[in-house]
């Protein structure tokens, strides 16, 4: 990852290095944690503690070799996400990827133009399924200092863009496949290759 060429969307809080040396990696929530499937909360304080939890995203994030992370996926229920990203489905790397964080996202489409596309996530690990999604989006949110920020994506980012802001909403990309699809995605879930948070166990059952 150290070969890539990386384009800072928003580089408020420093580059990957910085968070790098600041953040600490935190397990990450997976499917039925009842965090993952509730709304999160605005953020309304910009300060030491929201930088800290974005450069501990970014480690979780490297930690568990993703391409976004949302604050509720290390079980925090606030409406934040990191991302390290190309635009190509190669995920090519010689090709330019983005970092950046987004504080209270808003996701606006662009055109009509989808794609559909294999998708997995970190919170349903092993698991991918074909999602259709908007091609072309702008997110719209804020950077840890609290100004605005606005960042047009394409393609492969356009998705985790999505994605990520559907995480902060209280949905998986699961909750856009059928009850057949939904099965099939979980049925594939297999031990995850980075450190997760065990599930709260009411009655043994896994509540997707
Ligand atoms: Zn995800």
Redesign the pocket.
């Known amino acids: 990852m150290s070969e890539i060429e990386i384009h800072y969307d928003v580089a408020t809080g420093g580059d990957l290095d910085a968070h790098y040396a600041r953040g600490e990696s935190r397990p990450v929530t997976v499917v039925g944690n009842p965090v993952l499937h509730e709304p999160c909360a605005d953020v309304t304080e910009f300060g030491d503690e929201l930088g800290r939890l974005v450069s501990d995203l970014f480690v979780s994030m490297r930690t568990a070799r993703?391409v976004?992370?949302?604050a509720n996926?290390v079980g925090v229920p606030l409406r934040v996400f990191v991302y390290l990203c190309p635009e190509s489905y190669e995920r090519a790397g010689d090709e330019l990827w983005h970092a950046g964080h987004v504080v209270n996202p808003v996701v606006e489409v662009s055109g009509d133009e989808t794609g559909a596309h294999p998708e997995?996530?970190?919170?349903?690990p092993g698991a991918r399924a074909v999602v259709p999604r908007a091609a072309r989006v702008t997110v719209r949110g804020f950077d840890l200092a609290g100004h605005p920020v606005a960042i047009p994506g394409r393609d492969l980012l356009a998705r985790c863009f999505q994605?990520?802001t559907?995480?902060l909403n209280g949905r998986?990309?699961l909750d856009h496949l059928t009850a057949e699809g939904r099965r099939a995605a979980l049925a594939e879930m297999g031990e995850p290759a980075y450190p997760v948070v065990p599930n709260p166990v009411a009655d043994g059952a896994i509540r997707p």
């Open positions: 993703g976004g992370l949302a996926q997995g996530c970190l919170s349903v994605h990520e559907d995480h998986l990309y």
